[in-house]
């Protein structure tokens, strides 16, 4: 069974960064497709960021070049880092582990962007 806890939400200005990061616990780490998720009040979840098993990495539109996503598999952790953030990025941030075991999903981290 795989548990994946995301951490490092909070309120942060316009213009201002942010890091989130997710530790999987369990043995698929390693060999599973990671990525990042944002869910806003009335609209659908959306991925952001994708990173995959041997670090090759895709990012939405949205956020492109104001995010960067990176896995440290020693510590079975992929962390999020969030530069120039915008209102427009409030949401919860979902942690997504896809392996052949299965699809899994951390319980997410608020993110708020306000002034």
């Known amino acids: 069974q795989v548990h994946l806890v995301e951490s490092g939400g909070g309120l942060v200005q316009p213009g201002g960064s942010l890091s989130v990061s997710c530790v999987a616990s369990g043995s698929y780490f390693g060999a599973a497709v990671m990525r990042w998720a944002r869910q806003a009040p009335g609209k659908e979840r959306e991925f952001v960021a994708t990173?995959?098993?041997?670090?090759?990495?895709n990012y939405a539109d949205s956020i492109k070049g104001r995010f960067t996503v990176s896995r440290d598999y020693a510590k079975d952790t992929m962390t999020l880092q969030m530069n120039n953030l915008r209102p427009e990025d409030t949401a919860v941030y979902y942690c997504n582990l896809n392996a052949q075991q299965g699809d899994f999903w951390g319980q997410g981290t608020q993110v708020t962007v306000s002034s």
């Open positions: 990173i995959s098993s041997n670090g090759v990495t």
